[in-house]
């Protein structure tokens, strides 16, 4: 994203102004009952400022927020598209933050917004962003572990084996981080329970084999060993599968 002009910096300040206000409900509320979600949305879908359209994919995150449920989007593919086309062009923590949060709200009201994400080229879009300099921050990785769950729930499993969504799972499993431990867990959690999804398939399972799987699943249940924690029963569980899968086959 290019550096933007005083008026573009403006506007940038306002739509990230609003975004706090509508962080509390009555802020929502006031920008709603007055048509604010036409002028967001349109913000949004304008193609004449991509860090105008970001700080608007922030103020629609706090709109769609699930546990608010203040509204509910009913034309999402323009959205989802522009969301997706945002974190092609997003070169920091903050700003693809910003574009997935509001791609994984609006997902999650409708369940077409999975497969709209899906033949939009989420996987390899979202990898492609994760690996980007300056943008894996723990809050973004967040929010991919979570966009990959909603995937694998869907029966990609083949398509992301094929885009590399596994070895970017695999690493979330041992994530840690010295301020945001809560955070991290959540992760770990959510990649675990995802890698088990892709794990019931023949090819999720292949792919686990293929990328190491059960050499980093030891690792992370011989750093904890509390058996009773759900986390470590996943992953006990996936490592069993592996185990009974590959050394029955190299027994034969």
Same mark, same amino acid.
């Given at each position: 994203?290019?550096?933007?002009?005083?008026?573009?910096?403006? $506007?940038?300040? $306002?739509?990230?102004?609003?975004?706090?206000?509508?962080?509390?409900?009555?802020?929502?509320?006031?920008?709603?009952?007055?048509?604010?979600?036409?002028?967001?949305?349109?913000? @949004?879908?304008?193609?004449?400022?991509?860090?105008?359209?970001?700080?608007?994919?922030?103020? @629609?995150?706090?709109?769609?927020?699930?546990?608010?449920?203040?509204?509910?989007?009913?034309?999402?593919?323009?959205?989802?598209?522009?969301?997706?086309?945002?974190?092609?062009?997003?070169?920091?923590?903050?700003?693809?933050?910003?574009?997935?949060?509001? $791609?994984?709200?609006?997902?999650?009201?409708?369940?077409?917004?999975v497969d709209?994400?899906?033949?939009?080229?989420?996987?390899?879009?979202?990898?492609?962003?994760?690996?980007?300099?300056?943008?894996?921050?723990?809050?973004?990785?967040?929010?991919?572990?979570?966009?990959?769950?909603?995937?694998?729930?869907?029966?990609?499993?083949?398509?992301?084996?094929?885009?590399?969504?596994?070895?970017?799972?695999?690493?979330?499993?041992?994530?840690?981080?010295?301020?945001?431990?809560?955070?991290?867990?959540?992760?770990?959690?959510?990649?675990?329970?995802?890698?088990?999804?892709?794990?019931?398939?023949?090819?999720?399972?292949k792919a686990?084999?293929?990328?190491?799987?059960?050499?980093?699943?030891?690792?992370?249940?011989?750093?904890?060993?509390n058996v009773?924690?759900?986390?470590?029963?996943?992953?006990?569980?996936?490592?069993?599968? @592996?185990?009974?899968?590959?050394?029955?086959?190299?027994?034969?």
């Amino acid at each position: 994203m290019k550096n933007d002009q005083p008026q573009e910096r403006t $506007l940038r300040f $306002l739509l990230r102004s609003l975004a706090v206000l509508c962080g509390v409900s009555k802020g929502a509320l006031a920008l709603l009952t007055q048509g604010g979600l036409d002028l967001v949305v349109d913000r @949004l879908l304008s193609i004449s400022s991509a860090m105008c359209s970001v700080e608007a994919a922030g103020i @629609l995150t706090q709109l769609t927020n699930p546990q608010s449920a203040l509204i509910r989007l009913n034309h999402i593919q323009p959205i989802i598209t522009r969301l997706l086309d945002l974190v092609d062009q997003c070169s920091s923590g903050d700003s693809l933050l910003l574009a997935t949060a509001a $791609l994984n709200n609006v997902t999650l009201q409708n369940p077409s917004g999975v497969d709209i994400m899906y033949k939009n080229g989420a996987i390899s879009r979202l990898i492609g962003a994760y690996n980007r300099e300056n943008c894996a921050t723990i809050f973004v990785q967040e929010q991919i572990v979570t966009a990959f769950s909603r995937l694998a729930s869907r029966h990609l499993e083949r398509q992301m084996v094929e885009q590399n969504a596994i070895p970017v799972l695999l690493e979330f499993l041992s994530l840690t981080h010295p301020v945001h431990a809560d955070y991290c867990r959540r992760i770990r959690y959510k990649a675990a329970v995802c890698i088990g999804t892709l794990a019931n398939s023949e090819v999720g399972l292949k792919a686990l084999y293929d990328n190491k799987a059960y050499a980093i699943l030891s690792n992370v249940l011989y750093d904890d060993n509390n058996v009773s924690n759900p986390f470590n029963m996943i992953c006990n569980n996936i490592r069993t599968k @592996l185990e009974s899968k590959y050394q029955s086959e190299s027994a034969v």
